[in-house]
């Protein structure tokens, strides 16, 4: 019952992260110091597939020569002013959320995937409510991020500014800030894949964010924990700057005695 309980941590701390995304959601190497990382890369393209799209390409149809484009291209490194103008279109994005609802899908180290509903609400709070089949809840209350395991009736807590998800809550986002490292900012697919790191995060690992270039809109990220597991989550129907009940941001204690709402 520990293993399993063990592994769940692993699964759910290495947090999040799946990413059915699109096919486009390509995986590219980040060089990361200091923390050792699985190799990501762009799916590669079925060879019948390439055959035919390259025939559609030449025969001039339009949608055929934009999946080509989508699936061949390879991704760039985003650099010098370009770089910060993306940063700062991030900066911009996140800090103009304030709360979010979403469906969040989650693929863990293992394969396994578990879906539910996200709520943020900055600074600090975050809520990871998974479907009635997975009896586990990931939850911090602006302080504390708290991980319960229902099946055995285990909390585990960590502070949530000690974590990779806090650049998702924190009040001012500013990833100019030279606490934070950006070690590779990759463009890829029409979308746009940047790791943030914090120092003083390192025994928590590190997260990727993902979003689509146009539009700026965060789809999904990839939490990678120091012993290289990755956890991915993709996001769905979201809802920007809408209430969300404080209730969210609790939870109930399953330990013997101690029933009753927590935060």
């Given at each position: 019952m520990l293993g399993i309980y063990m592994m769940r941590i692993i699964s759910i701390l290495v947090i999040l992260p799946l990413l059915m995304v699109q096919a486009a959601y390509a995986q590219v190497q980040v060089k990361?110091?200091?923390v050792e990382k699985e190799p990501l890369a762009v799916p590669p393209i079925e060879e019948n597939e390439a055959l035919e799209t390259r025939q559609s390409a030449e025969e001039g149809?339009?949608?055929?020569?934009?999946?080509?484009?989508?699936?061949s291209a390879p991704p760039t490194i985003i650099e010098n002013e370009d770089r910060e103008n993306v940063?700062?279109?991030i900066e911009d994005t996140l800090n103009r959320i304030r709360t979010l609802k979403a469906t969040f899908i989650q693929r863990g180290p293992q394969?396994?995937?578990d879906e539910g509903k996200l709520y943020i609400?900055?600074?600090?709070k975050i809520r990871f409510e998974y479907t009635d089949d997975t009896p586990i809840l990931l939850v911090?209350?602006?302080?504390m991020l708290s991980f319960i395991d229902y099946e055995v009736n285990q909390i585990s807590r960590w502070p949530i500014d000690k974590?990779?998800?806090?650049?998702?809550?924190?009040?001012?986002?500013?990833?100019?800030?030279?606490?934070?490292?950006?070690?590779?900012m990759i463009r890829f697919a029409g979308l746009i894949k940047a790791s943030v790191i914090q120092p003083d995060q390192r025994d928590y690992g590190y997260i990727t964010l993902i979003f689509e270039e146009s539009t700026m809109e965060l789809k999904s990220w990839e939490v990678v924990d120091v012993q290289g597991y990755t956890t991915r989550v993709a996001l769905l129907n979201p809802e920007y700057n809408v209430t969300v009940?404080?209730?969210?941001?609790?939870?109930?204690?399953?330990?013997?005695r101690r029933r009753g709402p927590r935060r």
């Open positions: 990361v110091p200091e149809k339009p949608e055929s020569k934009a999946r080509m484009v989508e699936f940063i700062s279109k394969g396994n995937v609400e900055r600074p600090g911090s209350n602006g302080d974590t990779p998800l806090s650049i998702l809550v924190e009040d001012q986002i500013d990833l100019k800030n030279k606490k934070i490292e950006i070690p590779e009940d404080d209730s969210r941001f609790t939870y109930d204690d399953p330990r013997p």
